[in-house]
């Protein structure tokens, strides 16, 4: 199998959840980050502060999120291997249905991944307290980035919830 083709790994959750889908599940995450940055340019708190208070919120909320997704994944795993999983994949689309779901998981468990990485990464630089002509404007980039990379990893639990709607209506529909 070629690589563009790829039945396993990231090429394939790739195949399945496109760029496109990655730029149209940005636009509301991304304005939500418009919103937050101008909220603080308007607020007499600091960048440096707001950025620090930033990092801790990821850093709070995205590990459970992460820790629940990864539950509800292996749950879902357990159903693709029974009856159900078999009854809804014989369905009209309920392959498509399944592979979308399972690429939907894969990107939430990635973007959880990285947003953590760029938390505890920005959390260590930010304690190092560098100050610098344009510190301001870099901590407000990095807000961006943060507020963005939170926004998107709660975004996209929409298309899970979605998913295991679906998922749930055509198992109670097709159930011998």
């Known amino acids: 199998m070629s690589k563009g083709n790829s039945f396993f790994g990231w090429p394939a959750v790739f195949q399945l959840y496109t ?3 990655f730029l149209k599940d940005s636009i509301y995450p991304a304005i939500f980050s418009m919103i937050a940055i101008l909220l603080s340019l308007l607020s007499d708190v600091c960048s440096y502060d707001i950025l620090g208070k930033a990092f801790n919120i990821g850093l709070t909320i995205v590990p459970v999120m992460l820790s ?3 539950a509800a994944y292996a ?3 357990s159903m693709f291997c029974s009856n159900t999983g078999k009854v809804i994949a014989e369905q009209d689309g309920g392959k498509e249905l399944l592979d979308g779901l399972n690429s939907d998981f ?3 468990i990635l973007a959880s991944f990285v947003g953590i990485l760029f938390f505890v990464g920005g959390t260590f630089i930010h304690q190092l307290r560098f100050s610098f002509i344009y510190a301001d404007i870099i ?3 990095v807000l961006f980035i943060t507020a963005y990379l939170l926004f998107f990893s709660v975004y996209i639990l929409k298309d899970l919830v979605i998913g295991i709607f679906n998922i749930g209506r055509v198992a109670t529909h097709f159930q011998e």
Do not use: G, H
Request: net charge neutral.
């Open 75 to 77: 749950i879902l795993l």
């Open 106 to 108: 894969a990107t939430s």
């Open 19 to 21: 760029f496109k889908d």
């Open 139 to 141: 901590n407000y980039i």
């Open 68 to 70: 629940l997704l990864i």
